[in-house]
């Protein structure tokens, strides 16, 4: 199947949601997959406990395969337990905070790691589409949104889901050479908020430098 590619991730991410969020039954309303190609600016919101991340508070992490990105000091390897860490690893890297709250994922696929249809072209917007669709189905969502963003220098498309309980979950899908990235964050609104600069700001190839 087509979307084969993305249900390992959207599994593990479905999974850590219910647990920290409760069996939502509440139906959402999908709007159409061609929203993931509508500009739009975003302006961060107010909230009083969002706080600033230094990136002197932060440890870089990643590898040759997924990019780098500076993550809170505090953070740590996430293992899921319905299945182990080494079946994963190879797949998504997962780290998240201590109480396990939060979470950031972290992909990359090539061409020959995508089943692509007839009329498909493998690129960042195809794999967006499939996971704005993916989640469009998703019981416990209450909104889903894409728009077009910038991460780390390159166009990318921003996936933002919002749930029964009030995480939200943002997911950036980007290009660079032959590979496309996602790179996911899910929790509270106000870590997102403060952590999102950082993400942007970091993501790249150099393992030592921030944003190279």
Not at 44 to 59: F, V
Not at 66 to 81: A, E, R, S, T
Not at 140 to 160: H, M, P, R
């Given at each position: 199947?087509k979307?084969?590619?993305?249900?390992s991730?959207v599994t593990?991410?479905?999974a850590?949601?219910?647990a920290?969020?409760?069996?939502?039954?509440?139906?959402?309303?999908?709007?159409?997959?061609?929203?993931?190609?509508?500009a739009?600016?975003?302006?961060?919101?107010?909230?009083?406990?969002?706080?600033?991340?230094?990136?002197?508070?932060?440890?870089?992490?990643?590898?040759?395969?997924?990019?780098?990105?500076n993550?809170?000091?505090?953070?740590?390897?996430?293992?899921?337990?319905?299945?182990?860490?080494?079946?994963?690893?190879?797949?998504?890297l997962?780290?998240?905070s201590?109480?396990?709250?939060?979470?950031?994922?972290?992909?990359?696929?090539?061409?020959?790691?995508?089943e692509?249809?007839?009329?498909?072209?493998?690129?960042?917007?195809?794999?967006?589409?499939?996971?704005?669709?993916?989640?469009g189905?998703?019981?416990?969502?209450?909104?889903?949104?894409?728009?077009?963003?910038?991460?780390?220098?390159?166009?990318?498309?921003?996936?933002?889901?919002?749930?029964?309980?009030g995480?939200?979950?943002?997911?950036?899908v980007?290009?660079?050479?032959?590979k496309?990235?996602?790179?996911?964050?899910?929790?509270?609104e106000?870590?997102?908020?403060?952590?999102?600069?950082?993400?942007?700001?970091?993501?790249?190839?150099?393992?030592?430098?921030?944003?190279?």
């Amino acid at each position: 199947m087509k979307n084969k590619i993305i249900l390992s991730s959207v599994t593990l991410l479905s999974a850590f949601i219910l647990a920290a969020c409760g069996n939502g039954e509440k139906k959402a309303t999908e709007t159409t997959a061609a929203s993931t190609t509508k500009a739009q600016t975003t302006t961060p919101g107010s909230s009083s406990r969002a706080k600033e991340i230094s990136l002197a508070d932060t440890q870089r992490i990643g590898n040759e395969n997924f990019g780098y990105i500076n993550i809170p000091k505090d953070w740590v390897v996430y293992n899921f337990k319905a299945q182990s860490s080494k079946t994963q690893s190879s797949k998504t890297l997962k780290y998240s905070s201590p109480d396990k709250h939060n979470m950031l994922l972290m992909e990359s696929n090539t061409k020959d790691t995508v089943e692509l249809g007839p009329n498909e072209t493998f690129d960042a917007q195809l794999l967006a589409d499939r996971l704005y669709s993916f989640w469009g189905k998703a019981k416990n969502q209450t909104s889903l949104e894409g728009v077009k963003a910038i991460f780390a220098s390159e166009d990318a498309f921003l996936i933002k889901v919002t749930f029964k309980n009030g995480n939200i979950l943002y997911e950036w899908v980007f290009q660079k050479g032959d590979k496309v990235y996602n790179i996911t964050i899910v929790g509270s609104e106000d870590m997102i908020k403060a952590l999102r600069p950082v993400l942007e700001q970091s993501w790249g190839l150099d393992p030592n430098i921030p944003g190279k």
